[in-house]
């Protein structure tokens, strides 16, 4: 078992930088075929694409606070901010449970519950992935294919399971057995119809800002029509999921723009195709950065407050 961990480290890394090598490889040898009239920057997308993906971010920070409350656990939504933050900068180390490992850490210097903190986390984590899954499914036609795989029996199995795993009564259960395997007692708490409706809409909104935010920044350098609107939500969410479900890649670092630019390519020129996922772990990791920067920033003028005082 040590001799398997040890390895994982560098091996996650390794593919990670083989995924990044071929797509930069492909890159230069398309670079020719993009066709450069399309190409036309608008900085006022490029502003509207940050602005909605950073207001999703700032939303499922609300829900975070609403699950919390749910537990009977006091948080402010500043408090919440801090926590999750700090904490998204944790999951680009791989094994794939960092973020919520540091998520329970800073809960503590918050003087908050850490099993509560982490039974929230479980929940969003859950929430985000089932949805995220059920709006590409549907996004990209429920009896449509996908690089020329015909994905009806999946997507219908995939549906099925998200009814499964979001309603409360089979929720409260998995999450039961996820804290018994994380030797933590599970807190009296029931999950509501309430919260779940809560959560059902407000993280399929996060989603929806977050991905249509993904098609402004793909329109702000290329010519693109609303037609495709669609079709950019699912694959940038579908994307996501591979990523999430790719524990080996920290961060779903190099899956996930492999997965978009495979994608993208069924439709678009591969030097598009390929710069559009490049870019997008760009975008993504700069709206990150500012998240945990506002989280930093927080404590810092909390901190400073008191030294005047």
């Known amino acids: 078992m040590a001799s398997l ?44 694409s940050l ?4 207001t999703g971010l700032l939303i499922s920070i609300y829900l975070m606070t609403k699950i919390l409350a749910s537990l009977r656990e006091e948080v402010t939504y500043w408090q919440a901010l801090r926590i999750m933050g700090k904490s998204q900068l944790a999951k680009y180390l791989p094994g794939g449970v960092w973020m919520t490992a540091s998520r329970v850490y800073l809960a503590e210097q918050e003087k908050l519950s850490k099993p509560k903190v982490l039974l929230g986390t479980l929940v969003e984590q859950e ?42 009564i089979s929720l409260t259960y998995l999450l039961k057995f996820g804290m018994k395997l994380a030797r933590l007692d599970y807190p009296d708490w029931r999950f509501s119809f309430r919260l779940y409706f809560i959560l059902l809409l407000g993280y399929s909104f996060c989603w929806i800002l977050q991905a249509v935010g993904f098609f402004f920044l793909a329109k702000s350098f290329y010519n693109l029509d609303y037609a495709w609107l669609k079709r950019f939500l699912g694959i940038y969410l579908f994307s996501w999921v591979l990523g999430f479900v790719a524990i080996f890649a920290p961060g779903g670092l190099g899956i996930r723009e492999g997965s978009m630019a495979l994608f993208l390519k069924s439709y678009f020129p591969p030097g598009f195709a390929i710069s559009l996922s490049l870019i997008g772990r760009v975008w993504i990791t700069i709206l ?10 927080k404590k810092e003028a909390k901190v400073y407050k008191q030294y005047e005082e």
């Open 288 to 297: 990150e950065l500012l998240l945990a920067l506002l989280a930093f920033a």
């Open 51 to 54: 602005v909605l993906a950073f």
């Open 127 to 168: 929430y985000g992935f089932v949805i995220a899954l059920v709006l590409s499914i549907f996004c990209l036609g429920f009896r449509g294919s996908l690089l020329a795989v015909d994905l009806t029996g999946f997507n219908l199995l995939f549906l099925l399971l998200a009814v499964v795993f979001l309603n409360p």
């Open 5 to 48: 961990k040890s390895w994982l480290k560098p091996a996650s890394y390794l593919v990670v930088a083989a995924v990044f090598f071929f797509l930069i490889r492909s890159l230069f040898q398309n670079w020719q075929g993009i066709d450069w009239n399309k190409i036309n920057f608008n900085p006022f997308y490029l502003a509207f």
